[in-house]
């Protein structure tokens, strides 16, 4: 966890277990060493931008200044909406975690897609980088797994009656994501200067401005721009597909890799700050894989398919983590650790099912 963020945040002490997180550790440094390939600045993943940049770029060209007709309109909306979530798979999420470049005002530059998308990278860094890696699906902590009533997704958390169609009725509200941050959470954020219960210090002079700036530049492309080219009603409808579709996208990818049943939901003790186990195997216990073998959807979900590595090294390009999870999976079974996998993302989607249907029965 960074160290300046603690201060702010709930301070949560995870159990020694040097041996598991250095053994770790040596043997994906020594894989760099023999392999002599850079951590970061991969050229794949130059190229790589520049395909799902021109993607967005194409899609949103085509859509306002050609589409035609309904169904044109139609395709290119979700084609926006798909190229929205690849940046923030790839572009944006590597940028955040200063794995995209060892120039830092690389990863920041790319880290501020997400405010070209209408989100904040500011108050992302809090809510992901500090608060959910540092205390992944920590029960009352993290806050990635809490939406309140709205629904159960750990066994701590309050049981209530219409919890028992939660498997139904969320699957629509994973698309509201995006409209959540243009147009509510990331205010109310700003304002309250809090990510659940966690303190955090509101963004201040340069962070302020891409903020403001941020949100200035989503409503032009998203809005103003096409308003000019087409009657509001269009554009608004053409808007909530393109949201729709982005959030959707997003949150199954999230919830696959930590809400299913393979996954832990630890809780601290009463009265406790201190977690019964150690970071490095908190970190593979409470996230799962899936689709190791698929290297399409690889690329698309910018390696979020390998989540127990991306919480093992953050801060290495996802390019390498296909190449990096037979490593973690060795030591796993070297410490007996379990790591999970699912072998297909639709084996992943159905896990989570299942737990959601569990959850609500209970």
């Not at 050609?66 to 139609?74: E, I, M, R």
């Not at 190229?83 to 880290?111: E, P, T």
């Not at 809490?146 to 066994?155: K, M, N, Q, T, V």
Request: proline share 4%; with cysteine.
């Amino acid at each position: 966890m960074n160290a300046s963020a603690s201060s702010h945040t709930t301070k949560v002490k995870y159990s020694k277990d040097l041996a598991f997180h250095r053994e770790l550790k040596r043997r994906v440094e020594e894989y760099f060493q023999q392999t002599e390939l850079p951590q970061r600045d991969p050229p794949q993943m130059f190229r790589k931008t520049a395909v799902i940049l021109s993607w967005f770029a194409i899609s949103w060209v085509l859509l306002v200044f050609v589409a035609s007709n309904w169904w044109q309109a139609g395709v290119l909306s979700v084609s926006l909406g798909l190229a929205m979530a690849g940046i923030g798979f790839s572009i944006q999420h590597d940028g955040g975690h200063g794995a995209y470049s060892k120039q830092q005002f690389v990863n920041q530059l790319m880290a501020m897609s997400l405010d070209l998308l209408g989100g904040s990278s500011y108050i992302w860094k809090w809510q992901h980088n500090v608060i959910h890696h540092s205390y992944t699906n920590l029960v009352g902590v993290d806050h990635d797994i809490d939406l309140g009533i709205l629904c159960r997704f750990a066994p701590q958390q309050r049981h209530l009656w219409f919890h028992r169609f939660q498997h139904i009725y969320l699957w629509p509200i994973y698309g509201l994501l995006a409209f959540n941050w243009h147009f509510y959470s990331d205010f109310q954020i700003l304002i309250q200067g809090r990510i659940g219960e966690h303190r955090f210090p509101r963004p201040q002079g340069r962070d302020l401005v891409v903020f403001v700036l941020g949100k200035v530049m989503f409503f032009s492309w998203a809005f103003l721009i096409p308003a000019l080219f087409h009657p509001l009603w269009q554009v608004v409808v053409c808007y909530v597909l393109t949201a729709f579709i982005a959030s959707f996208v997003l949150s199954i990818v999230f919830q696959a890799a930590h809400c299913v049943q393979e996954a832990d939901f630890p809780s601290l003790p009463a009265n406790s700050n201190h977690v019964n186990n150690s970071w490095a195997m908190h970190q593979v216990a409470t996230t799962v894989n899936f689709a190791r073998d698929n290297r399409l959807l690889t690329w698309y979900v910018g390696g979020l398919n390998f989540q127990v590595e991306h919480h093992l090294f953050p801060d290495v390009c996802h390019i390498h983590y296909p190449a990096l999870a037979p490593i973690v999976e060795s030591v796993c079974s070297q410490f007996g650790v379990k790591y999970a996998s699912h072998p297909t993302f639709l084996a992943a989607i159905n896990s989570h099912a299942r737990w959601l249907r569990l959850l609500g029965c209970a």
